[in-house]
């Protein structure tokens, strides 16, 4: 039973537009989301957080957004870089849950030029 | 400040055969995680240890694979005997307190093939 939900396995995405990446999750107690983004042959890195009790969190050109009611978050960058190119994985956590996170399945992100 | 130490990168075995990665934390982090990433999914816990004591094991199969982490620093993950569906990419990380925002750390993983 997958709890983290990663619909879209790659997203092609132009160069200064917007890339929007998603993820769905099943169980309600859940109150920490994390993006992580992960390059070949390199581990994941952490990119934004946002605690359930947020709607949105803004870094930069990443923004995060979070629909308790619909159990949905979002991921958008803009304006998208060559450089965002990478997997991301939307990462989910239970405060008091002993740091075990789950992991969605990821999103192949390209920025063409 | 230095990040996570892995090593192998890269192992190629037989079925049936043993394998052994290692891993060295970030300094001073307490909590050390063993990660099992197969191609096309996301990554999944294996093992996580607070010090040298294991929080959670609950999802590795312990038939086969085997971690310690002595002293409370360096941890190592043995596979024994290896299976073709165990080939994958093994990620450590490590932790210093709470991880909900962002205080994970990864390593570079060790890519297991097993043929």
Redesign the interface.
């Known amino acids: 039973d997958q709890q983290?939900k990663q619909n879209s396995?790659s997203l092609s995405v132009q160069e200064g537009r917007i890339s929007i990446l998603n993820c769905d999750y099943t169980n309600s107690m859940f109150d920490?989301f994390?993006w992580y983004k992960k390059y070949p042959?390199?581990?994941?890195?952490?990119?934004?957080?946002i605690?359930s009790i947020k709607d949105k969190n803004e870094d930069g050109r990443f923004t995060v957004f979070l629909n308790k009611s619909a159990k949905h978050l979002s991921l958008h960058i803009v304006p998208s870089q060559p450089g965002d190119s990478a997997v991301y994985?939307c990462v989910i956590?239970i405060?008091g849950g002993?740091?075990?996170?789950t992991?969605?399945?990821?999103t192949q992100l390209k920025v063409e030029l | 400040e230095a990040g996570?130490a892995q090593s192998p990168r890269y192992k190629i075995i037989e079925k049936r055969q043993s394998v052994a990665f290692w891993c060295n934390p970030i300094s001073g982090h307490a909590?050390l995680y063993w990660y099992q990433q197969i191609l096309?999914?996301?990554?999944?816990?294996l093992i996580?240890f607070q010090n040298n004591g294991v929080?959670?094991d609950s999802q590795l199969p312990k038939d086969r694979f085997s971690a310690e982490r002595l002293k409370g620093v360096d941890s190592t993950l043995k596979i024994q005997p290896a299976k073709l569906e165990d080939s994958a990419v093994y990620?450590c990380?490590s932790?210093l307190g709470?991880?909900?925002?962002?205080?994970?750390?990864?390593?570079?993983?060790s890519r297991l093939t097993v043929l």
Do not use: R, W
């Open positions: 983290v396995p920490y994390l042959a390199e581990g994941p890195t952490f990119l934004i957080s605690s994985f956590g405060t002993g740091n075990k996170l992991f969605g399945t990821g | 996570v909590t096309g999914q996301g990554p999944k816990l996580q929080v959670d990620l990380a932790s709470q991880v909900n925002t962002g205080e994970l750390f990864f390593g570079e993983g």
